[in-house]
């Protein structure tokens, strides 16, 4: 008998190849066969394979409301017409949207082709493609329950948390695949899959400013990597590279200084540490601030505006200072676990799954 087939469309940023990538893994796991759907080109198209997946490449078409482009929607149209292809070919079960631009083709093909359609929403407020599709979904899943308010009304919606890779290293084995010192904090830094220019910029700055320079290490993405390494070439302890192993890198991090997108709040939260959160200014409905807030008033992190630490490094210096005292970090850590999404990526499966239907028993033989 041949697995069922489960289309993930995913792509564009690591918070939305991830949890594509932890649920997948679950299916696969419970006997299905998971084909990743995504831009060619894109972070996915290498990650997916990395990972065991079959992956399939389509064009995609980045949605700027601000600068609308129209060779964007060319570029969606086309992925569309090739996506529509594809899923007729896989003949798959299910299609799971995760959102963003390189979803679209997925998840429009699905709806074209009368699919079971299956939409996970990460942020409290839900993206284009969540909107333009939710009504179409058979469920759509979601990480914050707030979401629900911003949903049409009578859509199935089931609350799963959000999906991540659940592996943890013990800190000692974690700072030694990094080459870390064995003793004293660590700090990660993390601007997200591909890097975060202000990051790059702001922590070297800041880090200059404290007492006692801790241990730092500092996902820069490729595009930077050169420029922060110049820039932090005279601070003791202080590790950059141009990508980490997300598990790797928060098993060894006491506390973090982040964005606040929701897929990096939840690797943290799994694993207990800490926060110094400088929301993307530019994301959709200022998300990200949204985010911070709730992590802020659960006492798992601190608040920063870009704008503030831009304006005064010193306000960077005092809140990195505040989650290097050993006392306030526990306190901070012990909160941040009560927000663990542990168990997030087997819901979001079974919810999926339940959309499978069981084969006749003669078709089965």
Same mark, same amino acid.
């Given at each position: 008998m041949t697995a069922p087939c489960i289309v993930m469309a995913t792509g564009g940023t690591g918070g939305h190849i991830y949890p594509a990538l932890a649920v997948g893994q679950v299916l696969k796991e419970w006997?299905?066969?998971?084909?990743?759907?995504g831009q060619q080109g894109g972070m996915e198209a290498r990650l997916a394979p990395?990972?065991? @997946?079959? @992956?399939?490449?389509?064009?995609?078409?980045?949605?700027?409301?601000?600068?609308?482009?129209?060779?964007?929607?060319?570029?969606?149209?086309?992925?569309?017409?090739?996506?529509?292809?594809?899923?007729?070919?896989?003949?798959?079960?299910?299609?799971?949207?995760?959102?963003?631009?390189?979803?679209?083709p997925g998840v429009a093909a699905a709806a074209w082709l009368r699919l079971p359609l299956v939409l996970h929403e990460?942020? =409290?407020?839900?993206?284009?493609?969540?909107?333009w599709f939710a009504r179409r979904a058979a469920v759509v899943a979601v990480s914050n329950r707030e979401v629900s308010a911003h949903l049409p009304a009578g859509i199935r919606v089931e609350h799963v948390g959000y999906p991540i890779r659940e592996a943890r290293l013990t800190k000692a084995a974690a700072k030694a695949r990094l080459g870390l010192p064995a003793a004293g904090p660590v700090t990660l830094?993390?601007?997200?899959?591909?890097?975060?220019?202000?990051?790059?910029?702001?922590? !070297?700055a800041a880090c200059r400013r404290?007492?006692? !320079? !801790?241990?730092?290490i500092h996902?820069?993405?490729?595009?930077?990597?050169?420029?922060?390494?110049?820039?932090? =070439?005279?601070?003791?302890?202080?590790?950059?590279?141009?990508?980490?192993?997300?598990?790797t890198a928060w098993s060894a991090a006491d506390l973090a200084i982040t964005r606040a997108g929701f897929g990096t709040l939840a690797e943290a939260a799994f694993h207990g540490v800490p926060l110094v959160m400088l929301p993307l200014a530019s994301a959709a409905e200022d998300h990200q601030h949204h985010n911070a807030v709730a992590v802020e008033r659960a006492g798992a992190g601190l608040l920063?505006?870009?704008?503030?630490?831009?304006?005064?490094? =010193?306000?960077?210096?005092?809140?990195w200072q505040v989650l290097l005292?050993?006392?306030r970090r526990r306190q901070a850590a012990a909160r941040a676990l009560q927000r663990s999404p542990q168990g997030a990526a087997e819901a979001l499966a079974g919810v999926i799954q339940q959309l499978i239907a069981p084969k006749p028993a003669w078709e089965q033989a």
């Open positions: 006997g299905y066969n998971v084909v990743v759907l990395e990972a065991g @997946f079959n @992956f399939q490449g389509v064009s995609a078409g980045k949605f700027d409301r601000r600068r609308p482009d129209p060779r964007q929607a060319y570029r969606a149209l086309r992925g569309l017409g090739e996506a529509r292809r594809i899923v007729k070919a896989l003949r798959p079960a299910v299609v799971v949207g995760y959102g963003g631009f390189a979803s679209f990460q942020n =409290a407020i839900p993206g284009l493609v969540t909107r830094v993390m601007g997200g899959s591909q890097g975060s220019l202000a990051l790059n910029r702001l922590v !070297p404290l007492t006692v !320079p !801790p241990i730092v996902s820069s993405g490729a595009r930077w990597e050169a420029e922060v390494r110049q820039a932090a =070439a005279d601070l003791p302890h202080y590790y950059v590279q141009p990508y980490l192993d997300a598990p920063l505006r870009q704008s503030e630490a831009e304006r005064d490094i =010193a306000a960077l210096v005092v809140a005292d050993e006392s």
